[in-house]
C-alpha cells in the first residue's frame, strides 16, 4: 500500500511525529534548565563559607591592596566569621582566622592542604626546594635542614655572627641609613654562614653578587623579554646555579664536605636506597634558604628598632638588660657566648611581641588537593586557603588590648596555637632559633655600643618599614 500525503492517516502520522518531536524538544530543554539551575545551586555551593568573592576575576583584589591590611581581613571577619570565602590575585580562596581551624589545616589535616606558590617564584628559588614539596621528599630534605639550624649546629656560629655585627655597626656611625637594607645586608651575611658554613670558598664572591641580582627580580612581574626584572633574575638564576654546581663538584671531589647546610645535604644519604642528593636538589634547598632567611629576619629587625625607639623606657630597660652582660663579658675578656644569649629574658620577649605585632608574614597560602569537608563548610578542591597568622595575633580574646606593645604579656606563655610567627606544623620554619640568635647578638652590641636617636642621639636611624610578603604574595 503506498501513502499519499494527502491522505487523511498519514496527516494523522505526521501530526503525531511533530508533537513526538515537540515533547521530546521540551523535555530536553527542561533537562538543560534543570542541569544549568542545579549547577548554579548545586548542594555543595550551598555549604561554601561565607563571604563576597567581589568582581569577576580581579575578586577583592583590588579592595586587599588599597584597604589597610588589618582592616580588610577584620572586616570581613566581623561581617562573615572566623572562615570566610574571598578572590584574590585570581584566585578562589577561604580565609581562616580561629587557631583551631589553622591548626587543622596546618597541623592536623595538613595532608589536604599542600603549599603553592607562583610559578614565577618557584621557577627563581627552583623547583626541588623543600617548601614547595610535601610527603616524603619534603619529610627527607626537612629533617636535613633542621639538622643544620638545631641550637646544637647553631651555638657555635655566636662568635662568627657576633663577628659581622661588629664590623657593620660601624658603618652606621655618623650616617642616616636605611634600616630595612642594612638588616638585609645583616641577615643575608648570617644566612651565607648559615648555608656554606664557615669555609669561605673562592667562588662565595660570586655566589653572593649573583644572589643579588636574582632576589631584585623576586616581586617583579613574571615578564620573561630581555631587558625586564624577571628576564635578569632568571638569568642570575642561570649563573647562579652553575656557580653553586661548581662548588657542590669542589666539594664532593675533595671528599670534604665543610660545615653549613651544605656540609649536611652533601652527606646525605638515603636510608633505603642510599641515594645521594642531586646538585639540582641541593642548589635550590641552598637558594630556598637564603631566601626564607633574609628579608623575614630584616624585616623583623627593622620593627623592634621602630618599638623599641617608640618605647623609650623599655629601650632602657633592655639596655640595663645588655649592659649587665656587657660588663660580665668585659670582666672574663671574652667575646659573646651561647649562653649569654640564653640570659636575655627581657630582649627575647620584645622579639617575640614585636614577631605578634608585626606579624611579617600576615597569612601562609595552602591549597586544597580535594574537596575537602571542613567545619560544616565545603572547601573545593583547588581553592587557596589561607591560616591569617596576623589576625589572630591581633584578636583582643588571646592577646589583650592587641595593638599595644606590651612585651610582658610574655611573662605568661600564650594559649596553645595563638601565637605562630614561625607557622605550625610540617612546613614550620626550621630557622626559627637562628632568627632569634642573630637578634639578640645585634641587640646586644646596638643598645650597648650605641644610643637611640631620642634623648642620646648619636645614630641616626632611617626607618624603612617594608611589609612585603616575601612567600604568599
Ligand atoms: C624572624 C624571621 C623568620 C620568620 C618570621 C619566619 C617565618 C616562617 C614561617 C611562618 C614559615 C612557614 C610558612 C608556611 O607554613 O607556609 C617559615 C618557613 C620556613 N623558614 Fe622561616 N622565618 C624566619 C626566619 C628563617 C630563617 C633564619 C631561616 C633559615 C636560616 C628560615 C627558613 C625557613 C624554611 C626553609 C622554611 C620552609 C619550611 C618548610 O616548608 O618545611 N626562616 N618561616
Redesign the pocket.
Known sequence: MQLSLSSPFALATLRYSQAAILIILVLFCSFLLLLLFLQWHRPRDKRLPPGSMGWPYVGETLKLYTENPNSFFSNRQKRFGDIFKTHILGCPCVMISSPEAARTV?VTRAHLFK?TYPTSKEKMIGPEA??FHQGSY?SRL?KL?QAS?LPSAIRGSVSQIEQIVLELLPTWKSNTINTLQEMKRYAFDV?MI?AFGSKQDLEMEGIKHLYRCLEKGYNSMPLDFPGTPFHKAMKARKQLDEKLRKLIQKRRQSGRHEGGLLGILLGAKDHVKLNQLSDSQIADNII??IF??QD??AS?LTWILKYLHDNQDLLEAVTREQEGIRSKIAEANRGLTWEDTRRMPLTSRVIQET?RTAS??SF?FREAVQDVEFEGYLIPKGWKVLPLFRSIHHCADFFPQPEKFDPSRFEVPPRPNTYM???NG???????E??KLEMLILLHHLTTTYRSPLPRLSLSLSLSLSLSLS?TD
Open positions: 596546618l603549599p623543600l617548601f619534603h626537612k635542614v639550624l644566612a648559615s630556598g634558604v626564607a632567611a623575614t629576619t623583623v614577631l611579617i608574614l601562609t610567627p614561625f607557622g610540617v612546613h614550620s620554619c626550621p630557622g626559627s637562628l632568627a612567600r
